[in-house]
Nanobody
Framework: QVQLVESGGGLVQAGGSLRLSCAASGRTLSRYAVGWFRQAPGKEREFVAAIDRSGGSTYYADSVKGRFTISRDNAKNTMYLQMNSLKPEDTAVYYC???????????????WGQGTQVTVFS
């Protein structure tokens, strides 16, 4: 198993940037593909970004494409979500997740962090 802990959330003005981190313990993160999801109040959890085990392939939701960048540092057992040009609609709790062969659906991910709040104001 692997345990995941997110950090880096906070309050930011529209147009600003935040970098979220997800630290893994237990099994090494390199064993898993990882992704980021978010959930706003009253809305379903939605896919944000994913990256494969080596970091060679990424995929983004249309809503964040061109603004967010997912990356990983397997040597540090950590993955990241760099968020630029933030908009109020990006406000949500952000979760990192890992799985053997996941893609864009939440149910495909076996391991989840507890989430970190991101609030964007205008």
């Amino acid at each position: 198993q692997v345990q995941l802990v997110e950090s880096g959330g906070g309050l930011v003005q529209a147009g600003g940037s935040l970098r979220l981190s997800c630290a893994a313990s237990g099994r090494t993160l390199s064993r898993y593909a990882v992704g980021w999801f978010r959930q706003a109040p009253g809305k379903e959890r939605e896919f944000v970004a994913a990256i494969d085990r080596s970091g060679g392939s990424t995929y983004y939701a249309d809503s964040v494409k061109g603004r967010f960048t997912i990356s990983r540092d397997n040597a540090k057992n950590t993955m990241y979500l760099q968020m630029n040009s933030l908009k109020p609609e990006d406000t949500a709790v952000y979760y990192c997740a890992a799985g053997e062969t996941p893609w864009t659906n939440a149910y495909e991910y076996k391991y989840w962090g507890q989430g970190t709040q991101v609030t964007v104001f205008s």
